[in-house]
């Protein structure tokens, strides 16, 4: 496949708008074109270990789960490991792709996967996503009505204010005179200058109406996921589940105050990877994540709240295997997808 066509075909499958702001996923590094893709390679982490190993099997795309490229490189040289990432990649004529964030929103995605730990669920997204682009720009929308006498001036002074979208204009009677309505959609910073506009004239700010324009929620996309199990298991067994599906001999318990190995299980949040800011304030008997600060964890069990930490990139890695496949019937058997074989946690029990 052309690698721009792969590039639209693996938005598809996980549109980069469901990631977070803070993240940098996409393509992140692309060879001069055409560039064909034979070989999609796929990783969790793109080490310079992983990147011979790519370079040897002759991958053309290097899907990295996390970006290897974060913050801003000022420079390409051989000086830092991920300098030397981006010209081992450009040499050997290999695009690195990074999803990240957007694969954990998707239903389809990383903690989909995780949710499997626990056995037969149900699960809800704990921070929902919304859609991109409904309904408008804007966060709200502000409509009044104007006589003909002032609507010159007043729309003169409104284009004036930044961050205005969508201004319309359609004829209005009111209380039996003909008027025009005018509405608009803005930022919260302008509605305040608009506000402050139609305030000088009482007859226009008395028929003002401001709407808050709320994007729908995409129905099970978000971050994070509370999961409820069909039957109460104790802690115990929850915990040989994960490490079978994580397939580690070990992982780290903080059990909840009052609670113990043996206390029933029904609902537990999770989030791959760093899991503190998406898991905080969320009621449930666990927390399954990679990790999480001291203190989170000390909160979480004054709650009465187990935690179950297994190192941040072991709650992601083992969803390439079944991404590969899923990936493989979303792009239709067109190319070779192969899982690295070197990618792995940086910590190991001593």
């Keep these: 496949m052309n690698l721009r066509e792969l590039v639209s075909a693996l938005n598809d499958f996980a549109p980069l708008s469901l990631a977070e702001s803070w993240d940098n996923v996409g393509l992140l590094v692309e060879p001069s074109p055409p560039h064909t893709v034979n070989t999609l390679f796929l990783t969790n982490d793109l080490t310079e270990e992983v990147m011979e190993e790519a370079v040897q099997k ?8 996390h970006p290897p ?18 010209v081992r990649a450009l040499e050997h004529r290999v695009a690195i792709y990074s999803p990240h964030t957007a694969y954990d929103a998707v239903p389809h995605g990383v903690n989909n996967w995780l949710t499997k730990a626990l056995g037969a669920c149900t699960s809800i997204p704990l921070h929902p996503s919304t859609a991109p682009s409904y309904p408008a720009e804007g966060t709200y929308r502000v409509e009044f009505c104007t006589d003909t006498e002032h609507l010159d001036t007043v729309l003169s002074n409104i284009k004036d204010i930044q961050e205005i979208f969508c ?10 005179e003909e008027q025009t309505r005018v509405s608009l959609n803005c930022s919260q910073k302008a509605l305040l200058e608009v506000v402050a506009l139609l305030s000088q004239n009482s007859l226009l700010y008395h028929k003002t109406e401001i709407l808050l324009l709320q994007k729908p929620l995409l129905p099970h996309t978000g971050m994070g996921r509370l999961c409820t199990l069909s039957d109460p298991v104790s802690l115990s067994d929850i915990i040989e589940r994960i490490k079978h599906h994580l397939q ?17 299980v029904k ?16 009621k449930a008997d666990l927390y399954l994540t990679g990790e999480m600060s001291h203190h989170d964890v000390l909160d979480a069990v004054s709650n ?8 941040h990139s072991n709650t992601e890695r083992g969803f390439l295997l079944e991404l590969r496949d899923t990936l493989a019937i979303h792009l239709q058997n067109k190319i070779n997808i192969i899982v690295s074989e070197k990618d792995r946690d940086p910590f190991q029990v001593a």
């Design 58 to 65: 002759k991958a053309d795309l290097i899907l990295s789960y």
């Design 69 to 86: 490229i974060f913050a801003p490189l000022k420079r390409v040289t051989w000086q830092s490991w991920k300098e030397r990432l981006v």
């Design 167 to 176: 201004l319309t204009t359609f004829p209005a009677r009111v209380e039996g």
């Design 248 to 264: 580690l001999p070990h992982i780290r318990i903080a059990v909840g105050m009052g609670r113990t190995r043996e206390s029933p």
């Design 267 to 282: 609902t537990a949040a999770l989030c791959a990877g760093s899991g503190s800011s998406v898991l905080k304030g969320t």
């Design 304 to 311: 009465g709240i187990s935690v179950v930490l297994c190192e």
